[in-house]
């Protein structure tokens, strides 16, 4: 009869005593038992704040794509900035907000039509003195996910759509007749020849995408180094505030 009660008084002690945080086994609301499993920071931590940043990017047009339709080009390296804002998104995603400002600039060169599915190269007294002055207004909307290897670094990968308006002017001048290969040496008229154009494509579509290396060093900060696809290939960082 001792024993019994004792082992009755134990059971009624468990059942009133406070569950410890850390034990795995913790009482329900009907009275029964269930096993409770701790994640770990990482896994707990959910997409919940806002985000807001400022991002700071080298664009350029890869040489291989410019081959794809020139014989004879000058390469696109020019610079971007941007703000960001992030917000949560389903499931453990986030939505990412972007503006960027992006100037598209190349140095003056000839340049000269090749071999495509629609075009033929030219000869190469026809190429053109080329001298472009374009700007990029892009807004974009992405999804993105946080794959984290630890609390404080890990990856962002995103996947979006946006538009990009593209004023200013390309203004070519034709190369002198006598002109040879290689054509990036040939000579041009100063005037005669002197043409305007407005940007061929003012606005158009854009699909986006882009993986980030991120440091959390704080809660509220996170560094980000970034390589995208917008129109252009873009390599950068990203500095974000979140609360």
Known sequence: M???????????????????????????????????????????????????????????????????????????????????????????????????????????????????????????????????????????????WDVAFTETVGLEWALGLGMAWVPGTVTTRDVLPTCTEPVADCAHWQQTTAETHESPWPVYPLLVGQLGLWWAPLDALRFRADVAFRGVMYAGLTTETRF
């Open 2 to 144: 001792l024993r019994c009660g004792a082992v009755l008084s134990l059971a009624l002690a468990l059942l009133t005593a406070a569950p410890d945080p850390g034990s795995r086994l913790q009482p329900t609301v009907d009275g029964g038992w269930a096993v409770d499993v701790p994640q770990t920071a990482v896994e707990a931590e959910r997409p919940g704040h806002v985000g807001v940043a400022l991002r700071t990017r080298y664009a350029f047009v890869p040489p291989a794509l410019l081959d794809a339709f020139f014989a004879d080009h000058t390469d696109i390296n020019t610079w971007s900035v941007g703000v960001e804002v992030s917000i949560p998104g389903p499931g453990r995603s986030r939505v990412l907000f972007g503006l960027d400002y992006t100037r598209l600039e190349a140095p003056p060169g000839n340049f000269r039509v090749g071999d495509s599915a629609f075009t033929r190269r030219e000869d190469p007294e026809d190429a053109s003195y080329t001298e472009i002055d374009l700007h990029a207004l892009t807004v974009e909307v992405l999804f993105a």
